[in-house]
């Protein structure tokens, strides 16, 4: 970037003055996104900034952002060339992967339309109105009778290992037709290592920008490269059973409806489509990953803050109560009729941020940004935790406090605000998962509230620092629940 010319009437982007070999390294540190939030008070909200010898635009503010990922949606929507997601599904990600865009535009479209299909499509049940609301409401009664058990034997529980496994649950009802038990020791030992995977992607790793370092051991790129291989290995076992037992009449869940596409493909002989079989199969992989680790870090922070505001947690059972009772499970029409709920889980986005940045981005050509001169391949870092935290936008945006999404009697969500919360990323590269995402977050918290009340450990507090990945996660802590009066254990 140093060394190309700047087209007329553009500008040199501001930034701090990189080091010789590591660039800017040391200014970023062990949490970008407080450190990049303070530069752009410094520089503004378009500056670069170098890792190792390779250039990052970093974008903050609401309109700059708006301004790239939607009016600007095309020049933004490519993917870094970066070291680590050569590891990610055998560098055939949907998410990371440099695919060349009409490669990505396809596969982005089957992952939509294969996710949408399976998750409002009628369960086995008439009692639920979706497929998705039927495995929520499973997962999150096992969960309860699980939790139920750990407290017995333990006194205790840690909400993260047990949350992950419920989750995961159920994105692999959707996705492989299957659930695991809470005691299989192959998906429970996996999904509890994400942590370990957020570490490495995302802009985490100083290794996808200085070459060098790859060369040095490094424990947690060992772990890094672990996971992907285990988790690629349950997939492709998972596959080829689908494969085996593969039915064209019978289509039991997204990785069927997928080889299924592969097949007709085939029939079709005028077909143009360049896009693999393993790339399309291989799109469950994305969809499986995303799906759970997401998922439950929002609902284990949720749990985590629940026990930090006690008075936020009785209010919400209180709403709870009134709206729903107990005689009856929460269902998915239940959110308009509890705007507090809703509040609160934005109130979760927002605060915790814990997708501080969007996967990175990659600009597609030359391109220009509030005047400043951005070239093609420029990796692009997109800073949601900055754009949550703005004081131009929000009114003491350190305190956690879900009423400032309610209306001024507490009645009604504030949909403009809530829209301001920035999570899920925007325009091209938007997340795909995001109504599964909101949906099962609301569903399980509502059942988890309705019956349980969650407190810390005599005299102990949550610790609250995040601790930095490309999902943020609380440290791992020990919490305790009880019944909500009215709820009894089944088998007490
Ligand atoms: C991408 C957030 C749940 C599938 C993303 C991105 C974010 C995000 C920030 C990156 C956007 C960008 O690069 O600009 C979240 C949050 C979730 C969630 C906060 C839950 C609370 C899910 C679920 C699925 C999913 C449930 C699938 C079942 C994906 C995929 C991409 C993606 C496939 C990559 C899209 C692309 O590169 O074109 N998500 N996500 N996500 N998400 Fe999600």
Known sequence: LMHTKIPEGLQ?????????????????????????????????????????????????????????????????????????????SDGRSLAFSTDQVGVWRARRKLALSALRTFATVQGESSEYSCALEEHISREGLYLIERLHNVMKADGSFDPFRHIVVSVANVICGICFGRRYSHDDNELVSLVNMSDEFGKIVGNGYPGDFIPFLRLLPSTAMKKFQDINSRFSKLVKKIVNEHYDSFDKDNIRDITDSLINHCEDRKLDENSNFQVSDEKIVGIVSDLFGAGFDTISTAISWSVVYLVAYPEIQERLQRELREKVGMERTPRLSDRTDLPLLEAFILEIFRHSSFLPFTIPHCTSKDTSLNGYFIPKDTCVFVNQWQVNHDPELWKDP?????????NADGTDLNKMEGEKVLVFGLGKRRCIGESIGRAEVFLFLAIL????????????????????????????????????????????
Not at 32 to 50: E, N, R, W
Not at 56 to 70: E, F, K, P, T, W
């Open 12 to 88: 040199k982007l501001p930034g701090p003055k990189p080091l010789p070999i590591i660039g800017n390294v040391l200014e970023v540190g062990n949490n970008p996104h407080l450190s990049l939030t303070a530069m752009s008070k410094c520089y503004g909200p378009v500056f670069q900034i170098q890792i190792g010898q390779r250039p990052v635009v970093v974008l903050s503010g609401n309109d700059v952002i708006r301004q790239a990922l939607l009016k600007q949606g095309d020049e933004f929507a490519g993917r870094p060339d970066l070291y680590s997601s050569k590891f990610i």
């Open 449 to 492: 509230l309705q019956r349980l009340k969650f407190s810390g450990m005599p005299g102990e507090m949550p610790d609250m620092t995040p601790e930095y990945g490309l999902t943020m996660k609380h440290k791992r802590c020990f919490l305790r629940m009880t019944p909500q009066p009215g709820f009894e254990f089944p088998g007490t």
């Open 398 to 406: 350190s305190s956690f406090n879900p009423d400032r999404f309610l």
